[in-house]
Structure formats: C-alpha cells, structure tokens
C-alpha cells in the first residue's frame, strides 16, 4: 500500500513538488493513464521507492516470507530488472537521481548490510563507519552526493552521514547538545531534516552548505515532513497539540491555519511555488482531514468523496493540485487528486475487483505520480505509475 506518514517525531517524508507541466494549467484534474508494475519473475509482490523525472522506477521485488528481498528497477513498460548485489540474498534500491544512478542496500556474503550505488549496471560498496558493520543509501542528489545512515547493526544506534566521492561515508554535523540527526535532500542538495535531544524531542534542522547544521525556530517539538529547492521546510509542530508550520528561507517561522475540529494538524508536502497540503488528525482512533494552504496562507479544506472517512495528502504541485489516498474501513482506499477547487477525482484502477486499496507515495515535476495498488484478499502490494495523458 501507499507508505503511511507515521507522525513520529523524526519521520521525514520527502515529497518536493516542482510544477508538473501537465495538460491541466488551470487547477483542474487531468486524465491519466495507469501501469502497474510487476515483480520479479517468481515473486509474487513489489514495493516502489522512487522515482526520477524521467519515469525511472526504482524499489524491491519479492516471494513475501519464501524467498528474498530484491532490489529493482523498473522500465516504463512496467518490467522489473533485477539489480546486482554484494554477494548477499536480500537488497533493497531506495533513491534514484536524474542521470539514473540508484542507491540502496545490499547484504554481503556474511550477511551483513552496507549501503551500495548502482551506476550502469554496476554496483559498488560504499561502506560504513569505522567499527560499524551496517549502513544504508537513503537519497542521492542530481550531483551525486549520497545520504544515508551508518551503524553497528541493522537495529541501531545510527549516525547520519553522507558519501561525497569515492572515499567513505562522514557523519553529518549534529548540533551541540543533540544526540542524533535524520537528514533527507532534495535533488538539488538541500539537506533538511530534524535532530533530537536525549529524551526523544526533535528540531528542525537545515544544514548550511558547508555542513554547519541550523537549527530552526521551534514551538517545543518538530515534524519535518518536506522542502523546496530554495530552503522553505514544511511540517508541524509543538508540545502535544501540533501546529501545521513552515520554516522559511530566513530561518523565520510562520503557523499555518489549522483543521478545525482536529486537534493536531500537520504539512506533510510543498510546491515549488509555495501551495502545501497536509492534513489535521488525532491520535486515538487517527484521522486525517486533507487541507491547502495557497502561498499567501490562505487554508482551503479539501473535500472527502462519500463513504470514505480520512485523508492522507502525499503531495502538491505548481497548480494547487494535491495527491494522496482516501480511505474508508477493511482496507479500502483509493488514489485521488484534488483539483484547485478542493474536489476529488480517483486515479484509474485497472482492476477495483483486486486492487481494493491504492495510494499515493510523490509526484514528479514532470506530472508522474508513483504510488501502490494492494490487493486484500491476496495481501499483495504492487507499485504504480499514473501518467497524465497530454
């Protein structure tokens, strides 16, 4: 299924919309078409992880408890190629950047985990700290830069870091006083992300081109879920109740309006050009009711189709259009776009019969929108691709 924005407190979704040059310039909700893509030959299920500007599809492939976990990728055609490991049965792809290099992670023959690039066809090792005998590839930027994590075991502790050549890995700079940091960049190299205390409370962080971290205003506890190409951070915060907030290009904070009759509501994705989604929620039994914020700040409550009961807005384009999924009870849920106006039309499903629930995971700003069909009765999930038809 489509990945569920865990609200934790250092749970980062990177989800930049640049403006798609779809068919639609004045809000409306073009038509797409739809490919699912297929698993390795034998397996019996995929899971999609990323996706660049020129349709490319990278992931895992496989046989559920019975066999090993793949990592692939996809032609547009929707045909799955295996990609080649460290010798190990299970690896995953997790980013891709616009030349095509993919990153991820590979286990090695004694099964450990390092963190791998693929390049035309090609993989390499890109090790881990020092002492450490598990990392993994996370982002790669359009110039190559490699973000990930690092740490003596698959289960943690683990220190962010980042490959800038051939050398290996080097921690990212944590602010004083902070334990530990998550960090996400967008592709032109904007790192971003969140760095926490010993007890658990999270800061929005930017880091400076030089490395030195930043940290951000706060109002007691920070959710940092996407950003812009220029700097502009979106998500949530506070003690508790949660305030849907940005942090602009000044360092400056700025308190979107939040959901009325939702306790806590959060930002979970931003354009290029300033419209953000997001969506107010409660924890026991969680909700999600979909808003826009237009650039000025203006919030718009976005509309949920008949008996479907929460939304989960996954991203924003230049048009004011948003993507995500709604869901109704027993695993049902569909893909939708949101039009200007706040209403909602469902992306195509090639077999409702079977694929009971779909979602939305980012969009490109080309107008690909990657996301997952899951059919229930089989519990299997497949990756998509909707394609708007110009």
């Known amino acids: 299924m489509a990945k569920n924005p865990v609200l934790a407190s250092l749970a980062f979704l990177l989800t930049v919309g640049a403006t798609p040059a779809t068919a639609a310039p004045d809000g409306t909700a073009p038509e797409y078409g739809v490919t699912v893509l297929q698993p390795l030959p034998g397996d019996l299920e995929d899971r999609a ?25 996809w032609d547009r055609d929707g045909t799955a190629h295996a990609l080649p490991t460290l010798g190990g049965d299970n690896s995953r792809a997790y980013g891709v950047n616009g030349s095509g290099v993919i990153v991820g992670e ?50 943690g502790p683990w220190t962010a870091v980042r490959w800038t050549g051939k050398d290996g890995p080097t921690p990212v700079a944590v602010p004083p006083g902070y334990v530990r940091c998550a960090v996400s960049a967008t592709a032109g190299g904007v790192e971003y992300g969140g760095c926490a205390l010993a007890d658990g409370t999270s800061r929005a962080t930017r880091w400076s081109r030089d490395g030195t971290p930043v940290l951000l205003p ?3 506890g920070d959710i940092v879920r996407a950003a812009t190409e220029r700097g502009v951070l979106v998500g949530a915060s506070g003690v508790g109740t949660k305030v849907p907030v940005r942090w602009n290009r000044d360092d400056t904070l700025t308190r979107l309006s939040p959901v009325v009759g939702s306790p806590s509501t959060v930002a979970s994705a931003i354009s290029e050009n300033g419209y953000i989604a997001g969506f107010g929620y409660s ?13 000025d700040g203006t919030a718009h409550r976005l509309d949920l189709p008949p008996n479907r009961v929460e939304a989960v807005p996954a991203a924003v384009d230049g048009h004011g259009r948003v993507y995500g999924s709604v869901t109704a009870p027993l695993f049902v849920s569909d893909a939708v776009v949101w039009d200007r106006d706040g209403h909602t039309t469902a992306l195509p499903n090639p077999d409702a019969e079977r694929f009971t629930a779909s979602g939305v995971d980012t969009i490109t700003g080309s107008g690909l929108v990657l996301g997952s069909f899951f059919a229930t009765a089989e519990f299997k999930g497949f990756a998509a691709v909707w394609r708007p038809n110009h």
């Open 283 to 295: 924890q026991y039994p969680w909700s999600g009711t979909p808003v826009r914020w237009d650039p």
């Open 218 to 220: 706060t109002l007691g």
């Open 49 to 73: 992880e990323a996706i660049n500007e020129h349709g490319l599809v990278v992931g895992a492939s496989t046989n559920l408890d019975v066999g090993p976990e793949r990592a692939v990728r």
């Open 106 to 155: 590979s286990q090695t023959p004694d099964e450990t985990v390092h963190a791998v690039r693929w390049d035309r066809g090609r993989v390499r090792d890109l090790g881990a700290l020092p002492g450490d005998g598990y990392s993994s590839a996370q982002w790669i930027t359009d110039a190559g830069v490699v973000y990930g994590r690092s740490g003596p075991e698959l289960d």
